[in-house]
């Protein structure tokens, strides 16, 4: 595949994995009041792992909607922002082509994407 390539912008109507025209998937994760920082990322991280395992290789678009979590960190709690902020840039982004996120909007990513997905995601708190 064209490293340059692209893929057209095709928001899934459902929460979950669609795949496009284009042999591109678009996920889509909605995260609720109820989510807190783990779920969330667990329910990224298991759509990444899914779409990988369905579709291996293809061009990946991830959008993510988060409903509730507002705070002062740029309209979000210090949990959603964190997610936003540092666990998706340092976690999930480098395994798509594109993801548009609440803070962030719409951002391709500048290198190729990886799809040696991890098996599983760790998460540890950090050191009190």
Known sequence: MDPSFIPEYN?????GIAMNFDNS????????Q???????????FGLLKE????YPG????F??????????RTGFDEDFFEFQQEFWFATIAHFV?????????????????RNDVPDVLNITAPPE
């Open 58 to 61: 293809w061009p990946r678009v």
């Open 11 to 15: 928001k899934p109507d459902a929460p």
């Open 51 to 54: 779409a990988e395992d369905r």
């Open 34 to 44: 109820e989510d807190d920082f783990p779920s969330a990322a667990n329910q990224v």
């Open 97 to 113: 082509t594109a993801f548009d996120l609440p803070m962030t909007g719409g951002l391709v990513n500048p290198q190729p994407q």
């Open 25 to 32: 998937v678009s996920l889509l994760a909605v995260i609720g």
């Open 63 to 72: 959008y993510v909607e988060i409903n509730g979590h507002a705070g002062d």
